[in-house]
């Protein structure tokens, strides 16, 4: 069952469901979940500096959720033989979308990255886990460069090719219309714009049953893709390049891995694209 056929649930109820978890997280990032969160996570799974986490408020490192380290694949790219050095950053005075960016961790390191200058947009859905991210932008001393927005990434309250780079953890697989997500990001993008993702993939089908499950939804696992879709999704939308270039085991030692994830072979990478 691939991770874009049809399902039968009803969507609005899997978006209820998946509002429901990050409001909890939002509210009680400590709480009982079955993925890993906050700034230890981050660095010791998926190579995020401590260093720099350490000069963001807790109010966003706690409740950050994401599968991967979208901000490190700048840094892969530029290292690729005939990749262009463009390929690469954030660079200072770009704009930076975070197309569902949760409590704003990697919004934030973003906006530092592209100075006073440029711009960080973060997109979401959950109104507390946006209050979170504008506290922490504004706590952080960069509230100067960062808007929050409420939104769907699945329609973005951003303007066509008014992007430099959007930015993506842990979020495409909590949607069902993936097609409908990679056209978004293709609508936003300049050309020559770049998307960073990082999301869960699984190396075979799910079932239906566990991809019609709410809860292994809003836990980032039955809606994962698999990881042969996502080039193709990202080139159906009008991106080239496409390429997978880091994994992380994001989900060692949680109760997820204990259900499903050492059958299915369920991981988080690092993907990189551009606008033609
Ligand atoms: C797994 S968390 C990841 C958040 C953030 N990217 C991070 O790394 O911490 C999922 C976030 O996606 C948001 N979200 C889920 N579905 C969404 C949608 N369709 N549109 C916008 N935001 C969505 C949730 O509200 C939540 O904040």
């Not at 400590?30 to 995020?48: K, M, V, W």
């Not at 973060?122 to 939104?151: F, H, K, N, W, Y």
């Not at 999704?233 to 390049?241: I, K, M, Q, T």
Request: with cysteine; glycine share 8%; proline share 6%.
């Amino acid at each position: 069952m691939a991770a874009t056929s049809p399902i039968h649930f009803d969507v609005e109820h899997l978006r209820e469901a998946v509002l429901r978890t990050y409001d909890r997280v939002a509210r009680d990032p400590r709480g009982d979940f079955h993925f890993h969160r906050g700034a230890r996570y981050a660095s010791e799974y998926l190579g995020y500096d401590p260093a720099e986490l350490a000069e963001l408020p807790e109010s966003c490192t706690a409740r950050f959720a994401g599968v991967g380290n979208p901000l490190q694949i700048g840094t892969v790219i530029a290292a690729v033989p005939g990749m262009r050095r463009e390929n690469a950053g954030p660079c200072p005075g770009e704009t930076v979308l975070d197309h569902a960016c949760g409590a704003g961790m990697d919004l934030l390191l973003a906006a530092r990255r592209v100075g006073p200058r440029g711009r960080a947009i973060g997109v979401d859905m959950t109104p507390a886990m946006r209050a979170c991210a504008q506290a922490s932008a504004e706590l952080a001393g960069l509230s100067d460069r960062v808007q929050i927005r409420a939104g769907y990434m699945e329609s973005l309250p951003v303007d066509d090719g008014s992007v430099d780079l959007v930015i993506s953890n842990g979020v495409v697989n909590l949607a069902p219309d993936k097609t409908r997500v990679f056209r978004e990001i293709a609508r936003v993008l300049r050309p020559g714009g770049r998307l960073f993702l990082a999301d869960v993939v699984v190396q075979r089908e799910l079932t239906l049953d566990a991809r019609e499950n709410p809860d292994l939804w809003a836990a980032c696992v039955a809606g994962a893709m698999v990881e042969s879709e996502i080039p193709t999704l990202a080139s159906e939308a009008g991106l080239v390049d496409g390429r997978v270039v880091q994994r992380f085991d994001c989900f060692r030692d949680t109760p997820a891995e204990a259900r499903v994830a050492k059958d299915l072979f369920i991981q988080g990478v690092n993907f990189y694209a551009r606008r033609a």
